[in-house]
């Protein structure tokens, strides 16, 4: 896959390129602090014991493969403190990681994510709304599995998209549950002999959450076990930049066939929803600089109250000078006014909000960008 690159000192960060070989050697050859999230679905440790039958005696394609296949618990948790040793060097200070498990795995690494230095955000249960039965009858039917955020330090920054997740959930703020279906179907990959080309391939909606909740256009997304893509896929449509590492060399194949067929969004559509305060900062003075506003014109409220703009910016309404608002919660006798909310200026015979002003600029800023 042709890569596109980075440089990061006097290293190269490899975009856009799936990795061969060991996931902690190649994190280790990658350079300090570049990269903005980690997806990690690491090896489930199932720990089983002989062939699982259906109730018609045939077997069930389960997860029997050497990569999964680890000689004891301390071998297992050596292997995960050694990959998030290798996964918290490569993070941004602002960066986060995501790590998916089940109840055979994730529970030790949660353990040792702490360890390691990361700070807990959040797990996430995943409850697939399509599971597959519990062909035994001796246990509950494994529903769901359990994904853990964490940025790399207390206390650090991150990105967290929350308007554009309320988006997706229908203006509802987003749970820590998300019910969402295996994949199967057209989505589910194949190899020559039509069998599935990886066992725990996850579903692109699962990706697509995470991504737009908690990364931006053009920030890097490194999986260190990158199977047959979908990290890389979903990345690759959202406008992100990825790397990929996998050491088999028949899930690489799969992975650059299928992102090599998945078309990116254009830019208008990697916009997502954004909080009030994350949008630039708009001065209301810059307003009247600019000549949407004049000095001395008239703003209502839609309680009938009048001020008049001044050359500087503020505001004069019943004998006080200030803010928009300073002004506006003076005269509703409020401790605090939302201005851009309050006032109104007259245009076109109607009255309209100044805050379309201010996102008149807001957009022109947005196209500068």
């Known amino acids: 896959m042709n890569a596109m690159t980075k440089t990061k000192g006097t290293q190269v960060l490899p975009l856009n390129t799936i ?7 190649q994190m280790n050859s990658l350079p300090a602090e570049s990269v903005d999230l980690i997806f990690a679905d690491p090896p489930y440790n199932l720990q089983l014991r002989g062939d699982l039958h259906r109730p018609d005696n045939s077997r069930v394609d389960a997860v029997d493969d050497h990569w999964d296949q ?6 297992y948790d050596d292997f995960t ?4 040793k290798a996964a918290h060097r490569l993070l941004k200070p602002n960066g986060a990681i995501w790590v998916i498990g089940s109840y055979h795995n994730i529970f030790r690494v949660g353990a040792s994510l702490q360890d390691a230095g990361y700070w807990i955000l959040n797990d996430v249960v995943w409850r697939k709304s399509n599971p597959m039965p519990n062909f035994r009858g001796k246990r509950f039917t494994n529903a769901h599995e359990t994904m ?7 206390g650090a920054k991150y990105t967290f998209n929350y308007e554009a997740l309320k988006a997706l959930n229908e203006g509802i703020q987003m749970r820590s549950d998300w019910v969402l279906p295996i994949c199967n179907g057209g989505e589910r990959l194949k190899d020559a002999n039509g069998d599935k080309a990886h066992p725990t391939q996850k579903p692109m909606s699962l990706l697509h959450r995470v ?11 490194l999986d260190p076990f990158f199977g047959t893509g979908t990290t890389g896929a979903v990345a690759k449509m959202l406008g992100r930049d990825w790397i990929g590492i996998e050491r088999e060399e028949s899930y690489r194949e799969v992975a650059t066939r299928r992102i090599a067929d998945v078309r990116a969004f254009d830019r208008s559509a990697l916009e997502v929803t954004r909080a009030k305060r994350a949008e630039p900062r708009v001065p209301f003075g810059q307003l009247v600089e600019r000549g949407m506003l004049s000095p ?3 703003l209502v409220s839609p309680t009938g109250k009048i001020a008049r703009v001044r050359a500087d910016g503020t505001l004069v309404g019943d004998g006080v000078k200030g803010s928009i608002h300073q002004v506006g919660a003076h005269l509703e006798g409020a401790p605090s006014c939302n201005g851009w909310t309050y006032w109104q200026f007259r245009k076109d015979g109607k009255t309209v909000p100044i805050d379309v002003l201010r996102q008149q600029i807001r957009a022109e800023m947005a196209d500068r960008a």
């Not at 990795?19 to 050697?25: S, V």
Request: proline share 3%; net charge negative; with cysteine.
């Open 148 to 154: 853990i955020w964490a940025s790399k330090s207390e």
């Open 70 to 75: 680890f000689a004891s618990f301390q071998v």
């Open 81 to 84: 403190r050694a990959w998030l």
């Open 19 to 25: 990795l061969a070989g060991d996931c902690i050697e």
């Open 211 to 221: 991504l737009v909740g908690s990364t931006n256009p053009g920030d890097v997304v």
């Open 296 to 298: 001395g014109e008239t």
